[in-house]
Structures are given as C-alpha cells and as structure tokens.
C-alpha cells in the first residue's frame, strides 16, 4: 500500500514557476514508477510527466516538454515536478500516482495509487 500527498500548488503568473511535490508513505516507494497527471474542468485526465523507479528514464507530454522536468528523491520518497515557463492552459488539479510495472506509463489504468491532487492556476 502506499499513501501519495501532493503539494506545491498554487496561483502564478503566466511565465512563472512552480515546484509540485509528492510524498509517499511506505516503504516500497522507491520500487514504484511514478507519474503526474492533470485534469483540466471539463477535461480528461492527461498525462504530464513519468520517471521509472531509479530514474534512470523520463518521458513528457509534447505539450510540457522542455518547460516540466520531474524528477525523485528515493531517500525522501518523494517526487517533484518543477514547473517552468507556465502558461495559462496549464492550470488544472494535478495528481501523483504510483505504478508497479513500467509499461503504459502515459496512461492512467497502468497506475496503482492516486494521491487526491493539488490545483495549479495560472493568470494571463
């Protein structure tokens, strides 16, 4: 079982930053993929970002690339998204979650556990 708390979230202005954090509970986090999802209102689920249990690989959306960067902390399990250069279109709740094995990472049925999310806003 493991327990994923997001936090980081907030309002920014367009060009900005923001750094979204993911702690989890447990002892087996660091044999986890992990991946951060966001949902838009009246949008689905997508992905964002993902990073295989040692971080050895990452993968990103056409539409974060160059801008997002994730990246874990196995000794704090934790997971990070450092968030550059936002635009508006980024606002949405984004949420953390855990996946056991590591293929199909970009889509939501691959994963094992959701944390609840934290909401990103981003002013023109």
């Known amino acids: 079982q493991v327990q994923l708390v997001e936090s980081g979230g907030g309002l920014v202005q367009a060009g900005g930053s923001l750094k979204l954090s993911c702690a989890a509970s447990g002892r087996t986090f660091s044999s986890y993929h992990m991946g951060w999802f966001r949902q838009a209102p009246g949008k689905e689920r997508a992905f964002v970002a993902s990073i295989s249990w040692r971080g050895g690989s990452t993968y990103y959306a056409d539409s974060v690339k160059g801008r997002f960067t994730i990246f874990r902390d196995n000794a704090k399990n934790t997971v990070y998204l450092q968030m550059n250069s936002l635009k508006p279109e980024d606002t949405a709740v984004y949420c953390c979650?855990?996946?056991?094995?590591?293929?199909?990472?970009?889509?939501?049925?691959?994963?094992?556990?959701w944390g609840q999310g934290t909401q990103v806003a981003v002013s023109s």
């Open positions: 979650a855990a996946a056991g094995s590591y293929y199909g990472l970009g889509s939501p049925p691959s994963y094992d556990y």
